[in-house]
């Protein structure tokens, strides 16, 4: 299975950033997508997930109302799109899939999550 992650970049504070993460290798539609973050420093921490189906989706406080992440099971390809961005938003993003086919429950726990892309660099300045 193979995750590549495009869109980051720099943008000012305010602004807003799509991402994108192509997948391929397995049945993209069966299994739950995530999104994390790994500033410098600090720990990769959750930031979004979406069902297989793409009908549930599960936000971390620090970003909810200002991120969406939608999946096009079409296209093999899920997104985050960010706005109102903050400089604290400056982090390594990373996609990643679920490793269980239709998992009932979202999950935000890293762990559950097998494969992982290479990331994606987006910079918030002041």
């Known amino acids: 299975v193979q995750l590549v992650e495009s869109g980051g970049g720099l943008v000012q504070a305010g602004g807003s950033l799509r991402l994108s993460c192509a997948a391929s290798g397995r049945t993209f539609s069966s299994y739950g997508m995530g999104w994390f973050r790994q500033a410098p420093g600090k720990e990769r921490e959750f930031v979004a997930c979406i069902s297989w189906s793409g009908d549930n989706t599960a936000y971390s406080g620090s970003v909810k109302g200002r991120f969406t992440i939608a999946r096009d099971n079409a296209k093999n390809t899920v997104y985050l799109q960010m706005n109102s961005l903050k400089p604290e938003d400056t982090a390594v993003y990373y996609c990643?899939?679920?490793?269980?086919?239709?998992?009932?429950?979202?999950?935000?726990?890293?762990?559950?999550?097998?494969?992982w892309g290479q990331g994606t660099q987006v910079t918030v300045s002041s």
């Open positions: 990643a899939a679920d490793s269980r086919v239709h998992r009932a429950v979202l999950t935000t726990q890293s762990i559950n999550y097998v494969y």
